[in-house]
């Protein structure tokens, strides 16, 4: 759906990349759910073709997560950087979108969350890389590893 969305689509023009670039891709899609769906749900989860969810597992792993961090941006994902996904709740989701319009926390680097670009991201076979430089790098908001 997101793929199909005009109006995020011209807010992430392809420019110089390829339609199968996964970080375009990625960020079209956390576009559209800023557009539909933010405010209606806490949590988010970009899941691989290869991963799987038990969602009681996933609201145990919330609730314990909201516990360490109460009211804070929080990017879980199961090991440093790799793996099946990550998840985002609201606050998260935010602080992608904001490093995603090239706004840094203070005292960190914008350009941390770079736009996708054929020699950048185009060759790329993944997008977890883009998502935690621009949660870590450019907004300061460190992934907590279960």
Same mark, same amino acid.
């Given at each position: 759906?997101?793929?199909? +969305?005009?109006?995020? /689509?011209?807010i992430e023009p392809m420019a110089d990349s390829h339609?199968? !670039?996964? &970080? ?9 759910? *800023? %557009? ?5 749900? +806490? &949590?988010?989860?970009?899941? !691989? !073709?290869?991963?799987? @969810? @038990? ?8 609730? /314990? ?6 009211? *804070? ?10 793996? &099946? ?5 609201? %606050? ?10 090239? =706004? /840094?926390?203070? $005292?960190? +680097?914008? =350009? ?7 020699? $950048? ?7 977890? =890389?883009?998502?935690? =430089?621009?949660?870590? !790098? ?9």
């Open positions: 759906i997101a793929a199909m +969305d005009a109006e995020v /689509a011209a339609p199968r !670039d996964r &970080w375009l891709r990625a960020r079209r899609m956390w576009r559209h759910i *800023a %557009k539909n769906d933010h405010q209606h749900y +806490d &949590w988010f989860v970009a899941v !691989d !073709d290869g991963g799987f @969810i @038990i969602p009681e597992n996933l609201m145990l792993l919330a609730e /314990a997560a909201e516990q360490v961090k109460p009211s *804070a941006p929080l990017y879980l994902v199961d090991q440093e950087g790799h793996g &099946w996904g990550y998840i985002l709740n609201r %606050k998260g989701v935010s602080e992608l979108l904001a490093a995603m319009d090239g =706004s /840094a926390a203070e $005292g960190f +680097d914008a =350009s941390a969350c770079p736009v996708p670009s054929r020699t $950048g991201s185009g060759r790329r076979v993944e997008e977890y =890389s883009f998502v935690r =430089s621009c949660l870590m !790098d450019a907004r300061g908001v460190a992934p907590l590893v279960w």
